[in-house]
């Protein structure tokens, strides 16, 4: 195969990886699609009732309360899996901007040009 042609194509496959990547990026971004389901994280609660036991006062009643959720699984969930699918996408466009430039240099000739021993001496009358 023909080194121009080889060049050509790794260019292309290149331009098209970095494209995609970026689309996928823009599209999870403004929320058209969704990320990959990587991470299944459960929610971060703390039980106030059972923290602040100790520090009640002796005649005090233990109220039997519920935990607060500090944050929800989804929004644990959705911002690890944001940061995933970027990492990933950042991966994906840079193997594609390396195989673009590998194709650059097979398509630009490379040229040496050397002088002759006469051209570098210079000429004594």
Same mark, same amino acid.
């Given at each position: /195969?023909?080194?121009?042609?080889?060049?050509?194509?790794?260019?292309?496959?290149?331009?098209?990886?970095?494209?995609?990547?970026?689309?996928?990026?823009? /599209?999870?971004?403004?929320?058209?699609?969704?990320?990959?389901? =990587?991470?299944?994280?459960?929610?971060?609660?703390?039980?106030?009732?059972?923290?602040?036991?100790?520090?009640?006062?002796?005649?005090? @009643?233990?109220?039997?309360?519920?935990?607060?959720?500090?944050?929800?699984?989804? @929004?644990?969930?959705?911002?690890?899996?944001?940061?995933?699918?970027?990492?990933? /996408?950042?991966?994906?466009?840079?193997?594609?901007?390396?195989?673009?430039?590998?194709?650059?240099?097979?398509?630009?000739? =490379?040229? =040496?040009?050397?002088?002759?021993?006469?051209?570098?001496?210079?000429?004594?009358?």
């Amino acid at each position: /195969m023909d080194t121009k042609i080889l060049g050509y194509l790794l260019l292309s496959l290149g331009f098209l990886l970095a494209l995609l990547s970026l689309i996928s990026v823009f /599209m999870v971004f403004t929320g058209r699609s969704k990320p990959f389901p =990587i991470f299944s994280q459960s929610s971060v609660s703390v039980d106030l009732g059972s923290l602040l036991a100790n520090q009640l006062p002796q005649g005090a @009643t233990k109220n039997e309360s519920s935990p607060i959720e500090f944050l929800s699984a989804k @929004t644990i969930n959705d911002m690890f899996n944001l940061g995933a699918h970027l990492i990933l /996408m950042s991966f994906i466009s840079g193997l594609g901007v390396k195989i673009a430039s590998l194709g650059v240099q097979l398509i630009r000739p =490379i040229e =040496i040009k050397l002088q002759s021993e006469q051209a570098r001496e210079p000429q004594s009358k």
